[in-house]
């Protein structure tokens, strides 16, 4: 395996590893959202905005109004201690009559919004035509409710700030959009029986949870399977993993563990857990099965 720096995020050939803190299940205590990179870009789009309303003559209160957010949101925005929505950006453009100057930041801020270990990722699932994951300690970000992300971010250690997780809400809730999109990718998760049973938030937030993944699992292109607790022979002993196809049918393999994260390029390496994947969805029994009988249901 060879070793690159933080600084390779966009996926190629050969394999890539990138380290930082856990994003998918949130288990590491390391860099936020807004690492340095990040943050410069954010700061950039902040000071563009700012020059463009002081130019209109409009005070933070009434440009606020226009694009729906308070005077203090917009303060935010133009400090980057807050990163916009790419609807945002563009509302922003059209009321201040930049002619497409802010909205051409979008594709920035918007990779700004994740740590850079996990922007190659955030990227490939934009392109992906097939997605496949196994989770064994939480629910895959994917699937998550607003309230099941936002209970695992107030566990973590060191805390987070405020800002950070309503960040960190905004970009996961984001990369929901995968389940809109058209052609529809094939998605595919399995997960662990005991992540099932594990009532971080609380009952109802479970509760929810649940209910949302059956939801969720009634789309045409989703499939949703659960690994049992009883299984004796389990493929993904070694961990969680996500196997991710582009359009030019090459495959990626994403991993976490102990706040590390990693994007594994190497196409022998891709193939071998597209293939152990395989074995895991013959292991494991449908969502609904299970849900069937469970306590919260």
Known sequence: MTERTDEE???SGGAVVNFGDGWEGDDGGGRRPEDESGRGVVTAFGRTMKALRSRQGLEREEFGKRIGY???TVASFEQGRRIPSPRTIE???EVLGADGLLSLWKEEVERAQYPLFFQGMAALEKEAIELLSYDMLVVKGLLQTEKYMRALLDMRRP???PETIEQRVAARLARQAIFERWPAPLLSFVMDESVLRRPYGGKEVLREQL???LTVGQKRNVELQVMPLGREDNAGVNGPFTVVTRKDGKKF???EAQGIGS???DPEQAALAHARYGIIRSQALSLAFNLACHPTC
Request: charged residues 20%.
């Open 159 to 161: 805390i987070l700030d």
């Open 263 to 265: 994007l594994q390029t």
């Open 211 to 213: 209910e949302h993944l």
């Open 9 to 11: 995020t966009a996926p």
């Open 91 to 93: 509302r922003a453009d």
């Open 70 to 72: 308070s005077a203090s």
């Open 253 to 255: 393999v994403y991993a």
